[in-house]
């Protein structure tokens, strides 16, 4: 008798979806609406804004994908101190201006799996109604 690990229950997996051949095609709305739904098939589909339609397949990743969050990082501050006898700045904190902006990455997740979509073509239709059919 096999039973499932408790473990493997909640387990949580990542997936990058890949828009990048999409874009090149057609123009998505910043902050459009979409429904991503089937992603338990070999072909999700993504509808955004109710009339754009993508299929996605799962492409295997090579090794593992780390998955960073980037933020604005506020400046360091140096705290002047030193030997001289007429420090104007001991005990003040000095931001050098030659300093450029940094940000701050921390890792989000690790993925295994990339989810690249391309818009649904006539063929993907008619592939879809004649397999319906045929049943």
């Not at 909640?10 to 991503?36: C, F, K, R, T």
């Not at 960073?68 to 400046?75: G, I, L, N, Q, V």
């Not at 997740?109 to 239709?125: M, N, P």
């Given at each position: ?7 493997h ?20 709305p910043?902050?459009a ?52 006898e007429?420090?104007l700045?001991s ?13 701050q ?30 049943f």
């Amino acid at each position: 008798m096999a039973t499932a690990s408790p473990s493997h229950e909640n387990e949580e997996e990542y997936v990058l979806l890949d828009l990048d051949d999409v874009y090149g095609q057609v123009d998505i709305p910043q902050n459009a609406p979409y429904v991503l739904s089937g992603l338990d098939t070999l072909n999700p589909t993504l509808v955004i804004d109710n009339k754009l339609k993508l299929i996605g397949e799962y492409k295997e990743t090579i090794g593992t994908c780390f998955v960073f969050s980037e933020s604005e990082s506020t400046p360091v501050a140096h705290e002047e101190t030193g030997p001289s006898e007429v420090n104007l700045f001991s005990g003040k904190f000095v931001v050098d201006p030659k300093q450029s902006p940094t940000k701050q990455v921390k890792p989000i997740a690790r993925l295994q799996k990339i989810l690249k979509f391309r818009v649904v073509s006539e063929a993907d239709t008619e592939d879809t109604t004649a397999k319906v059919a045929s049943f």
